[in-house]
């Protein structure tokens, strides 16, 4: 597994350095961390840069963990003036810092090239979610990545975990990342099922994952609970669940979120979440 | 030790109550058979005699292989009363008749939670429910807690939930909360200091104590039923009496993905 930390200059983006060392260190996954910047406006990027490393590797178990960084990291200037770091333990830790014009783009390029399975990256809080200076950032990612995405939002951690199962073609991993979520923050799992006219939509098949999850959970002693949803009260549902916790939604092929879901309704969502939105691909 | 019906088709519902039973068997004493209602279309139930009495054999076979499948399907630890009880019929009119003829202490069975709250106000004002001779426990989640919440208070009762949980759980390790709920339209679950909620706990927890059932905690609550809802899913299920119909519990509880125990007298 791949994970790509897109960060900038901000607070947002250095409070997400817990939950992303955290994940990264829990699935022992290959650690990218993307520092996106506009080359004038950023003063000291090697301090930067070194308090970035610091806290993600204080974080991720320093000694104990999967990442081998040492204390006095030299960075390599390359041609076109980006800083790079990278360092083997038994997993990659590879620190690059980018001048991009066009951050976004910068962002699903260098997932695309390094086949990332997941985007991390924060957000301010509140009633919107955005990068300073630079309009619909999270969400543009969110959208067009093909990758799983997760914004954190600068704010309190999620007390519960709402995942959106609505297909049975679920991988191992993205199930793996939901019990990262639930067990990072010690929080509980909501698993919510769409019920059409002819019953649980994806019937047998996602009765039987959801199941296998709910049982999963209960064998480890964990709160897990199944719910269902009226499909033609998505919406309204989604809405309400932004306020409760973290909502992790599939939005793979076969998934009819992403027949139903708009990009005005993923917006909506990101723009919404009191929490943290994750996005399963 | 406690009497108790079970009823099992194959689905998603009723492989969480059964696993569900399964756990609570392991805190208390309860001895559970099993009933499972094969329906009949109309246009299937033809001829008299000899051709009527094979097309019942094969509707109970094929009943009994349901359950099988079932059982096998979700390995359960717990034993059973007896052989599963397989009826030919109308599900609601089966189900009643057994519970009148055996004698049981409690029905059980699944029900998936759904948002919608229509769904559980159809449920418990249907003929099933209302006419049950025993209280009935809807498993609507598997909900590992030896603690039961009682909602009191809004109409709801105090004496079927103590008689009740008096057979179920005497002599176990589970314990029991008191929790008075009111409506009011804030974000988050409120606890309040009300004199009017504090009497209504304070008489309730006599009706336990006259059981000889101690109770652990009390809350007065006040929020949204939704909110009351994702309060209650911290217990292994919510206990009440059974409301005729809707009511601010009522949608409390249907609002709850935790399994709900209807009590009767």
Known sequence: MRILGALDENSYSFNILKDLALLCSNTWADITLLVLSDKKELKEPEKLLKEYVQNFYQFAGEKEGPYKIPKDFKLTKTTNGELIFRTKGIKEFILKLIFAKDPSKEILKQAKELEADLIVLGCSKGMDCQWKGIVGLPHKVARDANCSVLIIKESTAPKQIISFLDQSNVSQESLELINQMVTIHDAGLKIVGLMGEKGVVGKDNVEKKMLEILYYYNEKGMKAWITFIDKNEIEEYIARATGEGMVALWMGKKSFFSKIFSTNLLIKLIEHAKSSVLILR | ?265
């Open chain 2, 1 to 265: 030790m406690a009497k108790a019906l079970l009823y099992l088709d194959e689905n998603l519902a009723s492989s969480i109550a059964l696993r569900y039973v399964d756990y609570l068997n392991s805190l208390l004493e309860i001895e559970t058979f099993i009933i499972h209602v094969v329906e009949p279309d109309e246009k299937e139930q033809a001829g008299t005699g000899w051709v009527r009495r094979t097309w019942e054999t094969g509707m109970l076979e094929s009943g009994q292989a349901t359950i099988s499948r079932l059982l096998k399907t979700e390995k359960v630890k717990c034993s059973f009363g007896g052989p599963p009880i397989i009826k030919i019929g109308d599900k609601e009119r089966e189900i009643l008749q057994e519970l009148r003829v055996g004698a049981y202490d409690i029905f059980i069975e699944g029900h998936l939670p759904i948002s919608k709250s229509d769904d559980f106000f159809e449920l418990i004002e249907s003929d099933l429910y209302q006419n049950a001779p025993c209280s009935i426990l809807c498993v609507k989640n598997l909900s590992v807690s030896k603690t039961i919440g009682v909602l009191v208070g809004n109409g709801v009762q105090p004496e079927p939930v103590a008689f009740t949980l008096d057979k179920l759980i005497k002599n176990s390790e589970m314990e029991i909360e008191l929790i008075h709920y009111s409506f009011k339209d804030v974000d988050t679950l409120e606890f309040v200091n009300s004199q009017e909620a504090e009497l209504i706990l304070k008489k309730s927890k006599e009706s336990f104590l006259q059981k000889g059932l101690n109770i652990s905690n009390s809350h007065a609550v006040t929020g949204t039923s939704e909110a009351l809802g994702d309060f209650l899913i911290n217990y292994a299920f919510v206990a009440c009496s059974l409301m005729p119909s809707k009511s601010i519990i009522s949608e409390a509880l249907a609002q709850s993905p935790n399994s709900v125990l209807l009590c009767k007298d």
